[in-house]
């Protein structure tokens, strides 16, 4: 199963970079977003994958089951979703206002004497 | 000492401020603080010479060693009389110089920062305390000799001389870590007490290597050389104090400090014989040819800083006894003839050497002064400088290697030496065959004062040998060689060879010095390459390295977003790359963790959605495959056991989908469906990005590859937060900063949205942003 989330995650990343690199308003946010998918996965892979065992602690009991999930990764998932959101919506609206002052999608006309 | 220096800095740093509010005045009264250090440290030498020790030691770092530590010995506190007394004439002396104009405040407060620092490096008695000090002042200097800034040829030279000397101040450092981590502590006194330690260290040449390279930039020692003469566009009482009696005098004074323990050595002989010889000879036959009377005494500066090292290097007790008479009798005289230099440049308003001349009777104190500075630096008796001479000659005559060689290239400097003296301390104020050179502005008293008290000085030094050997001479020279050189020194000492030698040498400067119509333009013919030879290679090294600077800016950042992105992917990809053990994962391919048929859907959700944004016919289209994408890592999370992060994750894609198709709406669309194919660079950057990135989530997800963390916060939080949820407990509790970290984020972005759609519909409706 690690194969084939490995997978995903390559992929997800991959189509992430094209994305950032086409040089389009539009798909610099498109690739923003993915790129925040791929990451996250990335770190809660780290953490290991258990099945049906979230790291709770039962009623009465000092420490979670032997084998439960391990809960830092989750953590540190869950701030950087909420983070990724806020950068994400932020870019969103940064975005629509470059978009209106330029008037182009093509991100090499903001500026740079490259082509 | 560990109180004078903040004390010193901190007024250094309040002059500035406080002079505008006096009005651009500084009192003369504020040399009164210099000539204060100095009268303690005259009473300390000799309970020092007694064998006393002052020191005082607080800690700063504890946990690294570091101490606040400072200690007087003899050969510090000599320093320490230097700097001070030196220092009360040049501020004395700079507040009449600069009265009335506006700057004067600036150039004290640089001034006392600079005697603070100077003062550091005397007394330090840790690495660190040390450092600090000699970064100081390079700084300090550099403010001093771009003092004129609003001219080019000032900022060049004071930029030019913070280079040279910061770039050997970070050899310096490199070899004080060496040197620390080699003996264990930071301590100096320690570390100069530790016998053959360093010397038998297998690190030994490049400590070496790296102490000798700071020393020798600050102390101009060739081919560093250049920036000193450069240096020159300072004002002069700052040359007189930084370049001739104290700053340049600090990295021999840091070699002598250092050579009970890095000294004796083939190469420490070697290296500092061959470049002090050079400096030595160079310096002098430099300074036949200069016309610009700064010029002439900053090249025979040069000549006697070789001097100093050449007698470092022989190691012997009696090169030790004339390294400290030589270092004594040079800032005296040398210091006098720099603010002579002063007083003949703000009387007639040049300093050019063939216009000047009988000056003797418009300025009698000064040629009074320069007569006596010219002849202690010429080596004639009664004066300090003779001392110096016959020590210096007796130590190089007795070489232990190539004494021959070293006799003869010392007493030929000797002789240049001559010929600069008279040059520049007589012949201003003689030579009135053609008529006296007009004087433009009368000398303040301070002035004129301060240049006498500083030749006296000279005179009942060398009239006092014995109390001056006694208290000052043979105590410091013990601190360089521990073995004592025969004691009684004496202005007179019989009819010896070095007798004969000085003779022969103050004869032949004379006799240069009545043709110097025929030297001067014969040697002047080779200075130029002594003054531009390696500051043009110099030069050149940091041509270079800007214009490499320049085409990799215009490389890696020109402007194009997309260049930016790919720099930082590629740059973060190569280390990842560098980093990974593909062995492990390799391994990793085989191994499968429990099939789950929801997994398996997620996992094709996730990676067929991200496939689909790329042929998505519209731009809606390709929201709803992000939409997919999203509920498919929300997946992902739900099978494996994290149902925080399942709810979250579904909660923020569905707001991000919904954001996402308000947006597209108002996006230009001019390139949005006419978008062509991928560049070739990026597809092969993504496919290495890809590859990469499974490579390293197949290495994570490794049981047993790294011991987790996680141990702690799976005991303690029903223990200590009293919560059930470990993920939520690590959230507020455990790591609540981290949290209070992503709430301020999240405010700041909206905080920023909300206001940029402001902004944007005041703009939209005609009206003014907010």
Avoid at chain 1, 22 to 42: F, I, K, N, Q, V
Wanted: proline share 5%; glycine share 10%.
């Amino acid at each position: 199963m690690n194969v084939l989330l490995a997978l995903a995650i390559g992929t997800t990343f991959g189509i992430a970079v094209l994305w950032l690199l086409r040089g389009s308003l539009w798909s610099l946010l498109l690739g923003l977003a993915l790129l925040g998918h791929a990451s996250h996965l990335l770190i809660f892979v780290g953490g290991g994958l258990a099945v049906a065992a979230p790291p709770l602690v039962a009623e009465g009991a000092l420490a979670p089951a032997a084998g439960a999930a391990d809960p830092l990764p989750q953590a540190l998932v869950l701030t950087a979703i909420v983070i990724a959101f806020a950068i994400l919506a932020f870019a969103l609206v940064l975005a629509v206002c470059a978009g209106d002052a330029a008037n182009t999608d093509d991100l090499d006309a903001y500026g740079g004497e490259s082509q | 000492m560990h109180w004078v220096i903040p004390c010193l800095v901190a007024a250094g740093c309040l002059i500035p401020a406080l002079g505008r509010w006096w009005n651009g005045r500084v009192p003369l009264i504020a040399s009164a603080v210099p000539a204060a250090i100095a009268a303690v440290s005259i009473w300390q030498q000799s309970l020092l010479a007694a064998g006393e020790v002052v020191q005082f030691h607080a800690p700063w770092v504890p946990s690294a060693g570091i101490a606040w530590a400072f200690r007087l010995d003899p050969l510090g506190n000599l320093f320490v009389g230097l700097i001070a007394g030196i220092g009360t004439a040049v501020v004395a002396y700079s507040a009449a110089a600069y009265s009335g104009d506006a700057r004067l405040p600036r150039l004290h407060g640089a001034l006392f920062v600079f005697m603070a620092a100077m003062l550091g490096i005397a007394t330090a008695d840790d690495l660190v305390v040390l450092f600090l000090c000699w970064e100081l002042t390079t700084v300090s200097s550099f403010l001093l000799v771009g003092f004129d800034h609003q001219t080019e040829a000032a900022r060049v030279a004071a930029r030019r001389a913070l280079l040279v000397t910061a770039t050997g101040g970070l050899a310096l450092l490199t070899g004080f870590v060496a040197i620390s981590v080699v003996a264990g502590t930071t301590s100096i006194s320690t570390i100069v007490a530790s016998g053959d330690l360093l010397r038998a260290h297998a690190a030994y040449p490049w400590i070496l290597g790296c102490i000798l390279a700071g020393a020798f930039a600050k102390s101009a020692q060739f081919p560093l050389h250049f920036w000193l003469p450069g240096a020159m566009k300072a004002p002069t009482p700052i040359s007189a104090y930084l370049h001739s009696a104290t700053m340049v005098k600090a990295g021999v004074f840091l070699l002598a400090r250092f050579s009970p323990v890095l000294g004796g050595t083939d190469a420490w002989f070697a290296i500092f014989v061959g470049i002090g010889a050079t400096t030595m000879v160079l310096g002098a036959t430099a300074a036949v040819a200069q016309d610009d009377l700064k010029r002439l005494l900053a090249y025979s500066t040069l000549s006697v800083l070789g001097l100093l090292t050449l007698l470092l290097g022989l190691g012997t007790p009696i090169a030790a006894r004339a390294f400290v008479v030589t270092w004594m009798a040079h800032a005296l005289y040398k210091a006098t003839l720099f603010l002579i230099a002063g007083n003949i440049d703000h009387a007639t308003g040049t300093r050019s050497l063939t216009a000047l001349r009988g000056l003797r009777g418009a300025l009698p104190a000064t040629a009074a002064a320069g007569i006596i500075a010219a002849v202690s630096m010429g080596g004639a008796p009664p004066l300090f400088g003779f001392l110096a001479k016959e020590t210096a000659y007796e130590a190089v005559f007795e070489a232990p290697r190539w004494a021959g060689l070293l006799g003869s290239l010392t007493v030929a400097s000797a002789v240049c030496l001559v010929f600069a003296a008279l040059r520049s301390g007589v012949q201003p104020f003689w030579d009135s065959g053609r008529g006296a050179t007009p004087v433009l502005r009368a000398l303040p008293i301070p002035m004129q004062a301060a240049p006498v008290a500083l030749g006296t000085l000279g005179l009942v030094a060398g009239m006092l040998v014995g109390p001056a050997e006694r208290f000052w001479i043979a105590p410091a020279a013990l601190a360089i060689n521990q073995s004592a050189a025969p004691t009684g020194l004496s202005l007179w000492h019989g009819f010896t060879p070095i007798l004969a030698a000085s003779a022969a040498t103050l004869a032949l400067g004379a006799l240069v010095f009545t043709n110097r119509a025929r030297v001067v333009p014969w040697v002047g013919r080779f200075a130029p390459w002594v003054a531009t030879g390696p500051s043009a290679i110099w030069d050149a090294g940091w041509r270079v390295l800007l214009q490499g600077a320049r085409w990799q800016t215009s490389q890696l950042q020109n402007g194009s977003p997309r260049r930016y992105v790919a720099t930082t992917l590629a740059a973060a990809l190569a280390v990842i790359a560098v980093g990974l053990p593909w062995g492990t994962i390799v391994g990793a391919v085989h191994e499968i963790a429990p099939f789950e048929i929801v997994a398996l859907a997620a996992g094709l959700l996730v990676m067929g959605g991200s496939l689909i944004t790329l042929r998505a016919p519209t731009p809606l289209a390709a929201v709803a495959a992000l939409g997919a994408v999203g509920v498919g890592v929300s997946l992902v999370f739900l099978v494996y056991s994290a149902p925080d992060l399942a709810l979250t994750q579904l909660v923020v894609e569905v707001l991000t989908v919904v954001l996402f198709a308000l947006v597209v709406r108002l996006l230009p669309r001019a390139k949005t469906q006419t978008m062509g194919s991928h560049r070739p660079s990026a597809i092969v950057l993504a496919t290495i990005g890809g590859v990469l990135m499974a490579g390293l989530s197949l290495l994570a997800s490794q049981p047993g590859l790294l011991e987790p963390t996680s141990a702690y916060f799976e005991l303690n939080s029903v223990a200590l937060a009293h919560g059930r949820n470990i993920v939520n407990v690590i959230l507020v509790d455990f790591r609540s900063l981290d949290t209070l970290g992503e709430i301020v984020v999240l405010t700041v972005a909206a905080l920023g949205a909300v206001s940029l759609l402001a902004r944007r519909r005041a703009t939209s409706t005609g009206g003014i942003a907010p």
